[in-house]
């Protein structure tokens, strides 16, 4: 079997991992930071989405984006700068935002996720149900009846694809979490969609993958790569040069950076993502929701409570927006009016870059240019959902099986 160097330790980079080392693979996965703090794949909303089956590169989000950038605090933001890669980015987002593509990207969106929730459920019995994998849904909560209809639309396709889904009035979505007051016009029910606490399932799929035998290099930033025709021979870092007999990019938001001496181009943009977790909340949900008009997710963590949202395009810098935490904190009593600034005193807000495709498709595959380089990224905000069926793609292809989902959405060259 191969030696697999994998760059990248959040969800997609385990993922590989596991399925590797599972097909007898030696794996080595380095990373840029450390195993506590390195990725999204840690304060993120912790869904597994099957109703996420329109990307983001959807009709209307270049005009929604254009009139959100005038508030600071709203769901949306991208910060005003004149960089080449933004600009091109923009134009590729604005070509890719048709009906047309969310027609052919809906089916493959839907696919992975479904494949993905039971490479989660093979994983919830691997770690021994340590992460809070829960399967009640989720709730899409609207206060506007217009952007509820809007949604009535998305169910219907998600019943096509074979997803189940329910529309219900302010009284049935009060009823499915009792324990918090609503104030809502209605709502619509993804029975499909699951939830966990990811920083539980990354730190247990960490520790399973050390005792079977994966090495960690952490702080390790890739500068280099050295090749030999349309081989990849080694990663040259700061310290080292790690050579192997295949290698796999799950890069996140530097992925584009980290090939371009390679002569690849994975266009991606960081869309900065926060979150606020509340340890002991007042109020207790059973089932998660996305309060929709704001754009902001509710997830119950075993006894916490996470509110995570916004997407802001400022570059690759992890800084702390004020005006975004604003944005979180003014949107949730506007659902769930018994909330105040008080219950978010104390809390510290947690930032992660989320990598972004122009489509709004993750980048999953080989390369075309190198025999023995796969890529993993661009996965947007579905990073943690598809992270599983992302990894098991990849060993497949590298162990040289069918892959399990096959699509040239999906390509990793397809902009380059």
């Not at 590989?16 to 007898?24: E, F, H, N, T, V």
């Not at 799929?205 to 035998?213: N, T, Y």
């Not at 796999?248 to 390679?262: A, F, Q």
């Not at 979180?328 to 870059?353: A, R």
Request: hydrophobic share 40%; with cysteine.
């Amino acid at each position: 079997m191969s030696k697999v160097v994998i760059v990248g330790g959040g969800i997609n980079g385990l993922s590989a991992a596991y399925y590797l080392q599972k097909r007898g693979h030696e794996v080595t996965v380095i990373d840029r930071g450390d195993p506590a703090t390195t990725n999204c794949s840690f304060g993120n909303a912790g869904y597994v989405s099957p109703s996420h089956i329109v990307p983001l590169a959807a009709p209307g989000m270049v005009m929604m984006g254009l009139k959100w950038m005038r508030d600071p605090e709203s769901p949306f933001y991208v910060r005003p700068r004149l960089a080449p890669d933004l600009i091109s980015w923009g134009w590729q987002f604005y070509r890719a935002g048709t009906k047309a593509h969310v027609d052919k990207a809906a089916p493959v969106l839907c696919e992975l996720n479904m494949a993905s929730r039971a490479c989660y459920e093979e994983l919830n019995d691997i770690l021994g149900d340590s992460f809070s994998f829960s399967r009640k849904g989720l709730l899409m909560i609207f206060k506007n009846p217009q952007a509820l209809e809007h949604e009535i639309a998305i169910a219907e396709r998600a019943n096509e694809l074979g997803l189940q889904t329910e529309v219900l009035d302010a009284a049935q979505t009060q009823a499915r979490n009792p324990g918090i007051r609503q104030d809502v016009y209605g709502s619509v029910f993804f029975a499909d969609d699951c939830h966990m606490a990811p920083f539980q399932m990354m730190a247990n799929l960490q520790r399973h993958l050390e005792k079977a035998g994966v090495q960690f290099q952490w702080k390790t930033e890739v500068i280099d790569w050295k090749r030999d025709g349309r081989k990849v021979k080694a990663i040259v870092t700061a310290d080292a040069e790690i050579e192997g007999d295949e290698f796999v990019l799950c890069g996140g938001s530097w992925s584009n950076s980290i090939v371009k001496s390679l002569g690849l181009k994975m266009p991606i943009q960081a869309g900065k993502g926060y979150s606020l977790t509340l340890k002991n909340p007042r109020f207790k949900m059973e089932i998660p929701a996305i309060l929709v008009e704001r754009r902001v997710a509710v997830t119950p963590m075993g006894n916490q409570l996470r509110f995570a949202g916004t997407m802001e395009i400022a570059g690759l810098n992890t800084d702390v927006n004020p005006a975004r935490i604003r944005g979180i904190k003014k949107s949730v009593p506007m659902y769930f009016p018994d909330f105040t600034d008080d219950d978010f005193q104390e809390v510290q807000p947690w930032v992660g870059l989320r990598p972004c495709s122009p489509d709004g498709l993750p980048y999953v595959g080989r390369t075309r240019r190198y025999d023995n380089l796969s890529i993993g990224a661009g996965h947007a905000m579905l990073g943690l959902s598809l992270g599983p069926i992302t990894g098991l793609l990849l060993a497949q292809t590298i162990s040289g099986e069918k892959p399990q989902v096959i699509s040239s959405m999906l390509d990793p060259d397809r902009y380059g």
